[in-house]
């Protein structure tokens, strides 16, 4: 299984270059060799005005072309959507999505949606508002009345990349599609787009003549199709919804993992009259501990990572720590004897 994500930002502080910016009158050539430099693939590339569409769904800003975080150059996470924003995804449904239970009413799906992502043990958190603005908005129409794209009959959808640590702000979804989808096909197309909107490329990107994308974590990467399952894969506009795969679930919950820690080194049966010396084994780096305990007491200090703690008679106790990680979040564990 290899996962794929392209991670993008306007303005990429660990590399700073001055972005040769092209406008939408550039020429066709000019615009191809800028999307080749961004690692994208333009076979099938088609010109949307002011946006660039590439690889099927994925919507590229004319003005920002070579802005753009190449996916070859992906080092560190500063390119995802931001720790605080991951809690708090907005989502609104334009009044072009029509309420008629037609072709292109996607809008239980969209709950549909949020809800299969917010059911993953990850800290991402997608909420639908009402609200006029949000951070991503779904919309109807084979030409959007901002961004004035026009995608053929060929794409049943197609949402960009994140940038500035905010997701890709639209998916469009496309009323001159020629298929007619099933409620479960709106389904997965969502959740796929979702997927781009946070940073996710194509899973299949190999079989696909797709430029090389990152893997994640320890996906398997070998073959053309390395994880057949997965929502993220491209060319799947009509299939149905699934789950998420084994590796789709581990690949978001690496790239956006729930704060989580436990105490470590304590023994099966702690005996009175011993002194213990505990850790913690958490997934984020921690900036500050406190640790407290009930019965036996903390010998030295409540403040460092590790504790060491008398064993009372009888011989239990709980131990507690509250930590804070490096965004500032904080959680409480405990470990009781």
Known sequence: MFFSIILSTFLFTSCKREAE????????????L??????????????????????????????SLLSITPRQAYQDNNSLVTRTKQK????????????????????????????????????LQLSLVTTPTADI??????????????????????????????????????SDYINLPSSSTKKYNLIHEIGHCIGFRHTNWQVRSESPALGIGNS??????PDPSSVFNGGTALYSWNGF????????????PKFRAKITNYPAQPTSGISYTFGIDANIQITSYHWEN?????????????????????????IYCTLTNIYGEKIDIYSPF
Request: hydrophobic share 30%; net charge negative; charged share 20%.
């Open 34 to 63: 800028a999307v080749l430099k961004d690692g994208f693939d333009t076979t099938g590339m088609k010109d949307l005005g002011k946006y660039m569409l590439v690889e099927g769904d994925i919507l590229l800003p004319k003005t």
């Open 88 to 123: 708090n995804i907005t989502i609104r449904i334009d009044d072009s999505v029509p309420t008629d239970g037609g072709r292109l009413d996607w809008r239980n799906e969209v709950s549909q949606a949020i809800t299969e992502y917010n059911n993953l043990s990850t800290n």
């Open 294 to 318: 009930g019965g036996g007491y903390v010998i030295g200090s409540r403040e460092n990572s590790t504790a060491t703690i008398y064993c009372g008679n009888p011989a239990t106790f709980v």
């Open 220 to 225: 398997p990467n070998t073959g053309n199709n």
């Open 137 to 174: 908005a779904i919309r109807v129409g084979t030409e959007d009345p901002t961004l004035n794209l026009y995608m053929g009959t060929g794409t049943i959808a197609a949402a960009g990349l994140p940038s500035n640590g905010n997701p890709f702000h639209s998916i469009i979804i496309n």
């Open 245 to 256: 795969s084994n590796w789709d679930q581990d690949a978001i919950s690496k790239l956006y």
């Open 21 to 32: 910016v092209y406008t939408p009158q550039s020429n066709e050539k000019a615009i191809k």
